[in-house]
């Protein structure tokens, strides 16, 4: 499976944008499919994932501001960012991970850049 992020770019806070991710193959088996972020200097970290149940996780820093989906009929998985803020800039990826095969997924990342 590889997965291929869209939709980020420039906003000013406040603003908003929506990730794309789609999947070349089923995300049926994926058990977790969500977005991490890397700003600069600082680690990778989870932003929001979603289970194949629905259910989502989200850090303590988005919550309430982002919203993570997924469409297992378009093996899709979409991050809807609103009221941005220069600390949520950073390249964000996408990412699935099968519960079955134990096998971890990364898409090449897109760029997220909010002005103050």
């Known amino acids: 499976v590889q997965l291929q992020a869209s939709g980020g770019g420039l906003v000013q806070g406040g603003g908003s944008l929506r990730l794309f991710c789609a999947a070349s193959?089923?995300?049926?088996?994926?058990?977790?499919m969500g977005w991490y972020r890397q700003a600069p200097g600082k680690q990778r970290e989870l932003v929001a994932r979603?289970?194949?149940?629905?259910?989502?996780e989200y850090a303590d820093s988005v919550k309430g501001r982002f919203t993570v989906s997924r469409d297992n009929a378009a093996n899709t998985v979409k991050l809807q960012l609103n009221s941005l803020k220069p600390e949520d800039t950073g390249v964000y990826y996408c990412?699935?991970?099968?519960?079955?095969?134990?096998?971890?997924?990364w898409g090449q990342g897109t760029q997220v850049t909010v002005s103050s």
């Open positions: 979603i289970n194949s149940g629905g259910s989502t």
């Open positions: 990412n699935a991970y099968s519960s079955y095969s134990l096998i971890e997924y």
């Open positions: 193959g089923s995300v049926l088996s994926m058990s977790d």
